[in-house]
């Protein structure tokens, strides 16, 4: 209700439509605090052109650049973060 912070099930439902490969960009993010694209890329074994790709285009709206790390935009990290349903599913 215009209170400017996005709705966790909101960022949720756009994340589930990435492929999976972008969603471990997100998630490297997530667990790493900022990385560059290289360094992304080798740990994913992903190429660095299509991670660089990635967070240009359809994950722009979910990291932003500084001085040639990304990180992740705080509005994403809660839709990210383990929810505690998905550890009882798992335990």
């Known amino acids: 209700m215009g209170s400017g912070f996005a709705d966790p099930g909101e960022?949720?439902?756009?994340?589930?439509?990435?492929?999976?490969?972008?969603?471990?960009?997100?998630?490297?993010?997530?667990d790493n605090g900022q990385a560059r694209t290289k360094d992304i890329a080798r740990a994913l074994d992903q190429?660095?052109?299509?991670?660089?790709?990635?967070?240009?285009?359809?994950?722009?709206?979910?990291?932003?650049?500084?001085?040639?790390?990304?990180?992740l935009n705080d509005e994403i990290r809660p839709a990210l973060a383990p929810s505690e349903l998905d550890d009882v599913a798992e335990g």
């Not at 991670?51 to 285009?57: F, K, Q």
């Open 11 to 30: 960022e949720q439902a756009k994340l589930a439509k990435l492929p999976k490969g972008q969603l471990q960009i997100l998630q490297f993010l997530y």
């Open 47 to 71: 190429e660095a052109t299509k991670v660089n790709s990635a967070l240009l285009g359809p994950l722009a709206g979910f990291v932003s650049v500084m001085h040639s790390f990304w990180r």
